[in-house]
Each structure stands twice: as structure tokens, then as C-alpha cells.
């Protein structure tokens, strides 16, 4: 069939335009009128790749073009096509009528603080550790009040303009501090509390951060190694007692879980556990009482490398502490003297003479294997107060999830100086004797394996050798000690009547 010769151009574009469906206007032209209109605007890029027509032909000269794209995006433009400032959109009205909450009606100052149920609440949180109260902020009553009392006497809660009169910011300081606890014990989420608090999920948010930087920078005042002799000397008695003369501390590294690690920093985090962790290494007191916090290190990172940047470690090693004397018996009876403190470890550490560590493969029959096994029970009060940080607090154990690598740390460092002001509320044990290799005994309800492998000597420079020299005597006398001590004493006891 021969084509169709049309005899001018508008028969050409009639028909075009009936066999696709453009009716009687041109598509292009029917954008432009509707964007006259103000029906829509379009967007330049889709009418910058259009295949119709020209751009400079697609609005007519007062118009903008689209070769002008930045008119589109232009932030700065602030007068309308008439020279006048436009008039900022009307805000649109709340659905709900927004009410600030009254902490007199909360829900935990009914229950705990109202004055009718207070003096209960202070004596039942102080006497059952298993009640309400110390299930949901891990603290007494009386706890809470001395934080309070902190807080508002160095200003760092203040009054506000809805919160203006003395009773209303204390009611409200308790309120905070306790869900503050809420969230460190039991890791819960900042948007439950106002149900129970009347206070507001972001004012929640903000004082968590407040809290926990206000608490940093006072770390030193409950966190610290003795600081004079005669504090160091009542620390050294204990392990004396225990046939660790001259000790004066436990030393561990405790690696926590670090759930929103970024992704730049997991090959750092990822170590022995199988997912990212952070580690701080920590000294303990015979009574588990913390001495010392290093600071964070990654997850990939052993208690060797650890050690010798731990400022605490260093604060032992070279300050005054090198110059303690202490007594000693050899095996004949024979009193010796020797100079500076030295900390118990697993056989994960350096070979310094102040990181005495257990035996490897020992038997406990032996002068070396009875003095492992000692020492074992006796360091297991570092990893009783890491099993006691991570059940008390939960975001310890559950994974901690902030970004940030310091938030982390002033996480950790406050619930240890929490640990530490909680010490005179925890209870005594029934015994005074102490937990056996991998035999518990009453009253401590813990067994833990004690790491024991060879350690290479290494990093330590020219002196390393005079080191693991003086460490390998230091831990033979200490061995000698412990089995004259034990003979004298099993020849002077004195069988019951």
C-alpha cells in the first residue's frame, strides 16, 4: 500500500497526535500551562533530559529557564516576585493539647518517695536486696539520696522555668537520678520512663549524658589506690593474712560487648570473643573494692600490650610505692626483707617483678603447685568484682549501645565508682576461708578457670632479662614462704576440746 503523502505540516501533526493520544495540544505546552496556573512544578531534571523540544524554548522569557537550575535551589532567595518578604507558612494546629507532667503524680513518687511510703521504702531497700526498690535501681534508697544531695550542691541539677520552688527539684533530681540507675541496671530504654517519671523522654536523654559526664570528672575522688602509706599498709594486711605478704592488689582485663561499634573500628574490636569489645584493665583489694580503672582500650589488644601503657601500673612501678618494705620467710624459717608492691595476675602478663602470676603445670602437691593454687583463690576477687559490675549493671553485659568510644568509657568508670560506693552495703562472707582451684566454697558461689600459659618475654628493652630475673625470685620466695607459714601453722594448731 503506497504512504500517505500528507499535504502540510498541521494535517502531519494532527494525525500524530490522534494515533498517540496528544489531542489538540502539544504536551510540552500543556506543562507550561499548568505550571502558569501554579498547578505543579516541575522538576529541571526531568525536563532537562525531555527529547521534545528546546530548553530554551520551554517557558516563555519571564519565566526561568531551565539552564538556570540554581534558581531552584537557591536557599537565600527571600523576597517573592513582587520585592516583598513572604509570609512564612502558618504552623499547623496539634491534634493533642501538649501538658507538662507533675512529678508529684509520678508514678515512682507514689510508690517509693511520697512521705507516707518513704521511710518504708529506705528501710526495705536498705535491708532486702532482693525487693522492688533494689531490683529496679540496684541501689538503696539512701544511695539515691546521697546522689541527689551531690548533684544539687554542686549546681549540676537546676531550677528551671517549670520547675521553680526547692521541694519540686529535689522531687524532680530523685526522679532523674532513678531512671538514670533504671537505665544503666537494666539497659532500659529512655522512652518507657516518662511513664513512670512524668518527665519528658528528651529531658531523660539529656541528663543521661549529664549524669554520666558530671560523675567522670569526679572519678578520682572515688576510684584510686592508696594514697599513704598507712591506706596501703591496711590493704597489704589482708593478702599478708593469706600468705601473699608484700601484695598489694589484683590486676585483670574485662573486655565488654560494644553493640554499635562503626564499622571502621570493627577489625580493631574483634578479638578472641568473636564480636567487638572494648577492654579496660582493672585493680582490685582483697574486700573487692576497685583501685584503678586504665583506659579503654580495643578489643584486639592483650593484657601484655595493656599493661605498659596503663598509667596505673606505671604509678606503682615508679612512684613511691617501689620503696614499701616487706617481710618474708624462706623455707628454713629465715627472715628476709623486700623492697616495692607487687600486684597477682593470671599468666597472661609480662614477666615483671610486680605482676606475680601462678605456675604452669604444677602440681598442687608441690612447693610451686600449693603456691598456685593460693594465689588462684585468692585473684579470683577480680573476677568476682567483674561477674558482680556485669549482674548488677546490665548494659555492661547486655551490650553497650552508644557510638561513641568515650561515652562508652564514662559508662564503665561510673558504674565502677557506683561498684565502690555500694561496697558497705554488700553482705560479709560466712567464711574466711577462700575459693580453691576450681572448687567453690560456701559464701562466694563462683569457680572460675584461670588462664595459664607461657609467656614470652619481649618489648620490654636492655632490662628485660634483669626483669624476668627478679621476677622469677620474687615468685620462688613467695612459694617458700607459703609453705613455711603453712607448716608453722599446722604445727601450732590447736585441736578442738
Not at 516576585?81 to 504552623?91: A, I, L, S, V, W
Not at 499547623?92 to 509520678?106: C, L, M, R, S, T
Not at 593474712?241 to 565488654?256: A, K, N, R
Not at 567487638?276 to 580503672?293: M, Q
Amino acid at each position: 500500500m503506497a504512504p500517505h503523502i500528507h499535504s502540510s505540516i498541521e494535517e502531519y501533526e494532527e494525525e500524530v497526535a490522534a494515533e498517540f493520544g496528544f489531542g489538540a495540544h502539544d504536551p510540552i505546552k500543556n506543562l507550561q500551562d499548568e505550571f502558569n496556573r501554579g498547578l505543579i512544578v516541575p522538576d529541571p531534571f526531568d525536563i532537562a533530559n525531555s527529547r521534545y523540544t528546546n530548553l530554551n524554548n520551554l517557558f516563555d522569557n519571564n519565566e526561568p529557564t531551565i539552564a538556570n537550575i540554581d534558581y531552584w535551589y537557591n536557599d537565600n532567595i527571600d523576597t517573592n516576585e513582587d520585592g516583598d518578604k513572604p509570609q512564612r507558612k502558618k504552623r499547623a494546629q496539634n491534634a493533642y493539647a501538649y501538658k507538662f507532667g507533675d512529678v508529684f503524680i509520678a508514678n515512682w513518687y507514689l510508690k517509693f518517695l511520697h512521705p507516707n511510703v518513704r521511710s518504708m521504702t529506705y528501710h526495705l531497700s536498705t535491708r532486702d536486696r532482693y525487693g522492688t526498690f533494689r531490683c529496679l535501681f540496684r541501689v538503696p534508697l539512701s544511695k539515691v539520696d546521697e546522689l541527689v544531695q551531690l548533684f544539687l550542691s554542686r549546681g549540676w541539677i537546676r531550677k528551671t522555668q517549670h520547675c521553680k520552688d526547692d521541694d519540686r527539684l529535689r522531687v524532680k533530681a530523685q526522679l532523674l537520678i532513678m531512671a538514670t540507675l533504671n537505665i544503666i541496671g537494666h539497659h532500659t530504654p529512655v522512652r518507657t520512663l516518662t511513664t513512670n517519671t512524668e518527665i519528658s523522654t528528651s529531658e531523660h536523654r539529656s541528663f543521661l549524658h549529664l549524669f554520666l559526664d558530671n560523675m567522670y570528672s569526679i572519678k578520682d575522688e572515688y576510684i584510686f589506690y592508696p594514697r599513704t602509706p598507712n591506706e596501703l599498709h591496711d590493704v597489704m594486711e589482708k593478702y599478708r593474712d593469706v600468705h601473699l605478704p608484700g601484695c598489694g592488689g589484683s590486676i585483670d582485663v574485662v573486655h565488654l560487648k560494644w553493640s554499635t561499634c562503626p564499622a571502621g573500628d570493627r577489625n580493631r574490636c574483634i578479638g578472641k570473643e568473636g564480636y567487638p569489645t572494648l577492654a579496660f584493665e582493672v585493680i582490685t583489694g582483697y574486700d573487692r573494692e576497685i583501685f584503678g580503672v586504665s583506659s579503654i582500650q580495643f578489643g584486639t589488644r592483650n593484657d601484655q600490650h595493656i599493661v605498659k601503657i596503663d598509667a596505673n601500673v606505671n604509678k606503682i612501678k615508679n612512684d613511691w610505692y617501689k620503696t614499701v618494705e616487706w617481710e618474708y620467710y624462706d623455707q628454713f624459717g629465715n627472715r628476709h626483707t623486700a623492697v616495692g608492691v607487687y600486684l597477682i595476675c593470671d599468666g597472661g602478663y609480662l614477666r615483671w617483678p610486680i605482676l606475680i602470676c601462678p605456675y604452669k603445670g604444677e602440681g598442687v602437691a608441690t612447693m610451686k603447685g600449693y603456691f598456685s593454687a593460693n594465689l588462684e583463690s585468692v585473684r579470683k576477687d577480680v573476677e568476682c568484682v567483674f561477674g558482680i559490675l556485669k549482674k548488677r549493671w546490665k548494659i555492661l553485659e547486655y551490650g553497650i549501645r552508644f557510638r561513641d568510644i568515650k561515652v562508652v568509657e564514662k559508662v564503665f568508670v561510673v558504674c565502677c565508682m557506683l561498684h565502690n560506693m555500694m561496697l558497705q552495703e554488700m553482705e560479709t562472707r560466712e567464711t574466711t576461708f577462700r575459693v580453691g582451684r576450681g572448687s567453690p566454697l560456701q559464701g562466694d558461689a563462683i569457680s572460675l578457670a584461670v588462664l595459664n600459659r607461657p609467656v614470652p618475654v619481649r618489648g620490654e628493652g636492655p632490662h628485660k632479662h634483669k626483669l624476668a630475673t627478679e621476677w622469677g625470685k620474687r615468685r620462688k620466695a613467695l612459694a617458700a614462704h607459703l609453705q613455711y607459714s603453712k607448716r608453722v601453722l599446722k604445727r601450732r594448731r590447736v585441736s578442738p576440746a
